[in-house]
């Protein structure tokens, strides 16, 4: 049984109560993790406020740099451990798993090293006074993860805010929280000193929103879903206390004419298959230029076609989904698109080892999606591309702007000057030019516009953001 690691020891939530871990792969309960409640928020919180005040502010940037580096070390000794238990509780292939864990460590490794760059400035101002600004940490950061990618989310917004000299309270996601105790553990183990790093688990609406509503939160990272962030914000409103929102996306791939298709077809097939497309940043939309959409297609089909879904231990293409109600969901998207007659080109295809007490669905290709329909506009967070053909670049970018999301926009093109003015014109976080996702690097601010939220982490902008600036103005003459 796992239990919440509060103050570096492990405690069972005051509840008393406990929440069944499922495999995804088989659908079968192999752990359990604790239902916390407000009195365990309220714990976490304190054990962090006395961090911060007894320890946590006296050590030095370079120090915080150092012990970041030294559980980044750890991570990367643990690694094979945590992507095995990453494996298990998303169900991730093999080969995911062990890139998130390969991912977790670049961010403490890249946030180790910027911890003592972070710099405020002198600015020229009348004689007689001496101005500054100081960055200084919130104090103490909440953090709401949500299950798709556990150890990277940890990673970008935990990694962020401990180095801009935050204590941090984290809630996993109550469907995969057990790489990130194991981290807490670890990083206990590298001299973190007691409630640095705290991990609260159990359901959103619970103990998501007791720590959203905590009084002692300074500020709320929160990765989710857009009717959640919705809620936080209003919660974290009512005392002013600033969120920064990771939401969902639903990202289009355009591709022209004069693309190079080898290179853009498996980028645009990982896009949606990687993680059973239950990623934010799923190219889950493919806009296609009139004149090349018959033979795309007809190529993506055959690929589709040659895709393999199966249980996480095989790393086939294709993993479960997380859970039965995301499998469901999925299917009603699928339905709804036969009532609207949305022609299916191709599906992958599940492999017989698959159990059927899993949670597996075979990637599928639609196309002449109606820009309107849902499944054109809404998240399905499943294997699901909607192709859909454009007549020109005005009429591209019109399509590529046509939903509320703005998270991430991919461009093949091989015309310069085209790439330039589609970056600009499309309303997005992200725009990559043929390429999707430039390898996920931690360098790379990421976060979106309009319903996929605001504020950026992943790269040095995160700490920005982790950090409030104080202005100080001296009157010496
Ligand atoms: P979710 O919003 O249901 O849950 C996310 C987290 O919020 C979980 O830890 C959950 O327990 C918690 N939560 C749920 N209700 C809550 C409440 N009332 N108060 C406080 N916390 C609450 O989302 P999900 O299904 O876990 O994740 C999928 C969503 O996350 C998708 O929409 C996806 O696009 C988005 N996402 C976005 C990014 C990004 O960077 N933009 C990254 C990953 C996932």
Redesign the pocket.
Known sequence: MQLNYIANTSVPSSSGKTIPVLDPSDGQVFDEIQRSNAADIDTAVRAARDCLDLVWHRVSAAERGRLLMRLSAKIAAHADELALIEQRDCGKPVKQAKADAAALVRYFEFYAGACDKLHGETIPYQDGYSVMTWREPHGVTGH??????PMQ?FG?SVGGALAAGNVCVV??????CLSLIRVAQLAAEVGFPAGALNIVT???????????RHKGIDHIS????????T??QQ?AAERHCPVT?????KSPQIVFADADLDAAIPTIINAIVQNAG?????GSRLLVEQSIYEPLLERLGQAFENLRVGPAAMDLDVGPL?RQS?QQRVWDFLSDAQVANIPMVAQGQIVDEAPDTGFYQAPTLLRDVPVMHRLAQE?V?GPVLCAMSFNNEEHAVELANATRFG?VAGVWTRDGARQFRMAKQIKSGQVFINNYGAGGGVELP???VKS??YGR?KGFEALYGFTTLKTVAIRHG
Do not use: M
């Open positions: 709401i993860i949500p299950w798709n990618y989310i970008r809630k996993p996601a109550e469907d995969a159990g359901y959103g609406h619970e103990v998501g929103d007791a720590l959203a929160f990765t989710g879903s857009p009717s959640v962030g809620l936080i919660v929102l990771e939401l969902g996306g239950q990623t934010c940043s799923a997380i995301q998240e967070f998270l990421f976060g979106g996929s939220g982490e």
